[in-house]
Nanobody, 126 residues
Framework: QVQVVESGGGLVQSGGSLRLSCVAS????????MGWFRQAPGTEREFVVA????????YYADSVKGRFTVSRESHKNTAYLQMNNLQTEGTAVYYC???????????????????WGQGTQVTVSS
């Protein structure tokens, strides 16, 4: 059974930094594309960053470019989000997403599917 677990959230002052971690575990075929989304109270979940399965491609929302950096461990479904110069608008629950190919009951590959973590709270105080 696939599990996606985030960690590293917390309370930080405006201008401060936090580093989030995400680990996707369980039976999969190869490394996954991974990303982070966030959801503030009363808003829809929004895209933040993503990294390709091999780390060669990274993608950022305009609102975090130059402040956030996504990385991953080679050949592992482990990703990190370094968040610098956090602002109050960064207060949200941050969710890790992993696009994984998992085996079906006969061991064959299934289509890529989204798996989500439970979320980790990031609160930025002014």
């Amino acid at each position: 059974q696939v599990q996606v677990v985030e960690s590293g959230g917390g309370l930080v002052q405006s201008g401060g930094s936090l580093r989030l971690s995400c680990v996707a575990s369980g039976p999969t075929f190869g490394p996954a594309a991974m990303g982070w989304f966030r959801q503030a109270p009363g808003t829809e979940r929004e895209f933040v960053v993503a990294v390709s399965w091999n780390g060669a491609g990274t993608y950022y929302a305009d609102s975090v470019k130059g402040r956030f950096t996504v990385s991953r461990e080679s050949h592992k479904n482990t990703a990190y989000l370094q968040m610098n110069n956090l602002q109050t608008e960064g207060t949200a629950v941050y969710y890790c997403n992993a696009v994984l190919i998992t085996p079906n009951e006969t061991g064959r590959r299934t289509v890529p599917s989204d798996y989500w973590g439970q979320g980790t709270q990031v609160t930025v105080s002014s």
